[in-house]
């Protein structure tokens, strides 16, 4: 969000500080959740690929 396109708008210096102030702790709390389901993607694409070296293994045991 631009200060320009909200004082467009007509609000005053202290209208756009305070919407950009909330616009800021909503755009942190959705970064930090953005971060945390990269983290769990990397964790589960681990995962994934640790089970497919444990079935390659069973598979060379097995045959």
Known sequence: MQREFLRNLGLSDEQVQAVLTQ???????????LAQAEGQVTNL?????????????LKKNCW
């Not at 616009?23 to 959740?33: A, C, D, L, P, V």
């Open 23 to 33: 616009h800021g702790k909503s755009t942190n709390e959705i970064k930090g959740k």
């Open 45 to 57: 694409q681990q995962q994934i690929s640790d089970r497919d070296k444990q079935l390659k293994k």
